[in-house]
C-alpha cells in the first residue's frame, strides 16, 4: 500500500480535481493561492501542453503568488475586475468540515480568494488529508485569519477576544518583515483562534460586522467541492451535496 508524503498527496489532490473539475470549453477560471494550488497550475500547464485545455482561457489569480504562477505558466493572465464571472475556481484550504465550510487565509490572501470564489460558478478544493477535518477550530489552531484595514487591528482584537476568541493575535512578518505582515491591499491579518467553532455562520456575520474588517477567513457554503489527498494513495472527494466519494 502506497504511503504518500504531504507533498504528494496534494499533488493528487489537485491532479484529481484538475481532470475531473476543468470545463473543457473554460473561458475563465479562477486560480488560488498556497502550496497546494501550485500542483493545479502544474497540471494546467501539463493538460494545455497537450490541447486539452483551450489556448486563450484567461487566468484570474487571488494575490501576488498566483499571479506569479500563471505567468511563470506562460498562461493568459485576466484579473477579477475584468472578469466578475468565472467558470471555476480552484483553491486550497486550511481546515474543511464536513458541510464544507473551511477556514482560509494561512497564506493571508484570504480577501482575493473569496472574491475570486464568490464570482466562480464552481469553488472547487484542494487540499492534503491534515485538513479534512469533523469540525472547524480543531485542526486548524492558528486561528482564523480575519483581514483589517491596519490602524484598526488593536480596537478589533480587543472586539474579538470580547466575542470569545481565545487568542487575537496580530500576524507578524518574522526575521522576514520587522512588523505585521501587510496583505497584498495593503492591510493586516489577525488571527483568532476559537477552539471548535459551533456555528460558522453566525461567527462569520458577527466578525464581520467589526468596523475595520475587511474579510473573514470563514468561508460558508462556498465550496461545491473538495478532493483531499490521502496517505494510502486514495482521494476523498466530497460535495456540497454530500455526496463522498473515494477514488482509489
Ligand atoms: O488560504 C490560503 C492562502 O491564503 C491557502 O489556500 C491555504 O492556506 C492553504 O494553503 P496550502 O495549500 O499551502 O496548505
Not at 6 to 23: C, G, Q, S
Not at 103 to 132: H, M, P, S, T, Y
Not at 149 to 158: E, I, K, M, N, T
Not at 165 to 185: C, E, F, Q, S, Y
Request: proline content about 4%.
Amino acid at each position: 500500500m502506497a504511503s504518500l508524503g504531504v507533498e504528494d498527496a496534494k499533488r493528487l489532490a489537485a491532479y484529481t480535481a484538475i481532470d475531473t473539475h476543468f470545463p473543457p470549453n473554460a473561458k475563465v477560471v479562477g486560480i488560488g493561492s498556497g502550496s497546494t494550488v501550485v500542483y493545479c497550475v502544474e497540471r494546467i500547464v501539463q493538460k494545455r501542453a497537450k490541447g486539452e485545455i483551450p489556448a486563450d482561457t484567461v487566468f484570474i489569480p487571488t494575490g501576488f503568488q498566483s499571479k506569479e504562477l500563471i505567468i511563470h505558466g506562460g498562461l493568459n493572465l485576466g484579473a477579477i475586475d475584468g472578469y466578475p464571472v468565472l467558470d471555476v475556481a480552484f483553491d486550497g484550504a486550511d481546515e474543511v468540515d464536513p458541510a464544507l465550510n473551511c477556514i482560509k487565509g494561512g497564506g493571508a490572501c484570504l480577501f482575493q480568494e473569496k472574491l475570486v470564489a464568490q464570482c466562480a460558478k464552481k469553488f472547487i478544493v484542494v487540499a492534503d488529508f491534515r485538513k479534512n477535518s469533523t469540525a472547524l477550530g480543531l485542526q486548524w489552531v492558528q486561528g482564523v485569519p480575519i483581514e483589517v484595514v491596519p490602524l484598526a487591528h488593536a480596537r478589533v482584537r480587543q472586539d474579538l477576544l470580547q466575542m470569545g476568541a481565545l487568542t487575537a493575535t496580530l500576524r507578524l512578518g518574522g526575521i522576514a518583515k520587522a512588523g505585521p505582515v501587510i496583505t497584498d491591499n495593503c492591510n493586516v491579518i489577525i488571527d483568532a483562534h476559537f477552539g471548535q467553532i459551533a456555528d460558522p455562520v453566525i461567527l462569520a456575520q458577527n466578525i464581520k460586522m467589526l468596523v475595520g474588517v475587511v474579510e473573514v477567513g470563514l468561508f460558508i457554503n462556498m465550496a461545491d467541492a473538495a478532493y483531499f489527498g490521502n496517505e494510502n494513495g486514495s482521494v476523498t472527494a466530497k460535495f456540497s451535496t454530500g455526496e463522498i466519494n473515494m477514488i482509489e
